[in-house]
């Protein structure tokens, strides 16, 4: 029980509150559009690169439907609105909301509890959120991405660096000091997939395995 509110502790403090914040909303926009921190430009830039392949993988589609969760200030909203009839920008921060551009749908809702029924969207796209939440947490993140859509699922984790020197000096020219994250192994995280409801088809890393994100392709099993 202790674990468990420790848990739910560090959940409220570095995600679920921290980004409610106007400033804390403003600087993570800050940094996606270069204003701040390139290697976090381009680190969006492998992202969106990566997310596109998964897609790819995850064709044929009719392209309908797609939530974006968490959306933060918009990072895939452009692509995404262009790919699907229908684009669904959620987040747990209505000042991450806020920021995000043009006339597209926008719904506050948290990514472990999504407020819709099963197979609502053909696609869900989570991007940046499993490695800011407990590894408790991670499962009903990952459940309920799956269970939420007909196709699949486009999720992004933390794994393990294949050049940690590296690594570590990129996060501080990136001034990502904060160590606070969950990161899992791929053995772990297809476990996670499986019980899921969902098979793997690719998990790739966005940087050669420079940086710890890896980008998650995921079928769902009928």
Request: aromatic content about 8%; charged content about 25%.
């Amino acid at each position: 029980m202790e674990n468990r509110r420790n848990s739910d502790a560090w959940y409220h403090r570095i995600t679920r509150n921290h980004y409610q914040d106007a400033q804390v909303a403003s600087g993570y926009s800050r940094r996606q559009a270069l204003r701040v921190s390139p290697p976090e430009w381009l680190v969006a830039r492998f992202e969106v690169r990566a997310i596109r392949r998964s897609l790819s993988l995850l064709a044929p589609l009719s392209k309908n439907s797609v939530l974006d969760i968490p959306a933060g200030s918009g990072k895939l909203t452009q692509m995404m609105s262009k790919l699907f009839k229908r684009y669904v920008a959620g987040d747990i921060s209505q000042a991450m909301l806020n920021l995000i551009p043009g006339d597209v749908e926008k719904v506050k809702m948290d990514a472990t509890a999504l407020p819709y029924e099963d197979d609502m969207f053909e696609i869900v796209v989570n991007l940046r959120l499993c490695h800011r939440i407990p590894r408790d947490l991670v499962s009903q993140c990952v459940r309920e991405a799956i269970r939420v859509s007909q196709v699949g699922a486009v999720i992004s984790y933390a794994g393990f660096s294949q050049f940690p020197l590296l690594h570590r000096v990129i996060r501080s020219v990136a001034r990502r000091n904060d160590n606070s994250y969950t990161q899992i192994t791929g053995a772990e995280f297809n476990q996670l997939v499986a019980t899921s409801g969902g098979s793997i088809l690719s998990d790739r890393s966005i940087s050669y395995g420079v940086t710890t994100e890896r980008i998650v392709t995921i079928r769902k099993v009928r």
